[in-house]
């Protein structure tokens, strides 16, 4: 099992940006793509981001398309998530989680087998 920790929510007002980290500990077996994940309040976790381990492209939900940026730093197992133009809606618990799924791009949850304890994300004025 990866062990993750998600870390850099806070709360911020509408219109700012926020970066969120994820590291990862190693594992035998390299994951293909890791992906971002938010589940708000009595909501679904929903696919927020994706980027390939292997080829570095990327994937994002249209709701967070050329808002969000998801970015890696290979040597330290890192994952990013630069969030710009942040509205209310994106209030939610940020979830990281690395899938060894063979399909391109992994949007579904039951591609990611393992998930950290989330960041919290608030966009409020």
């Known amino acids: 099992q990866v062990q993750l920790a998600e870390s850099g929510g806070g709360l911020v007002q509408p219109g700012d940006s926020l970066r969120l980290s994820c590291s990862a500990s190693?594992?035998?077996?390299?994951?293909?793509?890791m992906g971002w994940f938010r589940q708000a309040p009595g909501a679904q976790r929903e696919f927020v981001a994706a980027?390939?381990?292997?080829?570095?492209?990327?994937y994002y939900a249209d709701s967070v398309k050329g808002r969000f940026t998801i970015s890696r730093d290979n040597a330290n197992d890192t994952v990013y998530l630069q969030m710009s133009s942040l509205r209310p809606e994106a209030t939610a618990l940020y979830y990281c989680?690395?899938?060894?799924?063979?399909?391109?791009?992994?949007?579904?949850?039951?591609?990611?087998?393992?998930w950290g304890q989330g960041t919290q994300v608030t966009v409020s004025s």
């Open positions: 989680a690395p899938t060894w799924s063979r399909r391109w791009p992994p949007t579904y949850r039951i591609e990611y087998p393992d």
């Open positions: 190693k594992t035998k077996y390299s994951w293909s793509a």
């Open positions: 980027i390939n381990w292997r080829t570095d492209s990327t």
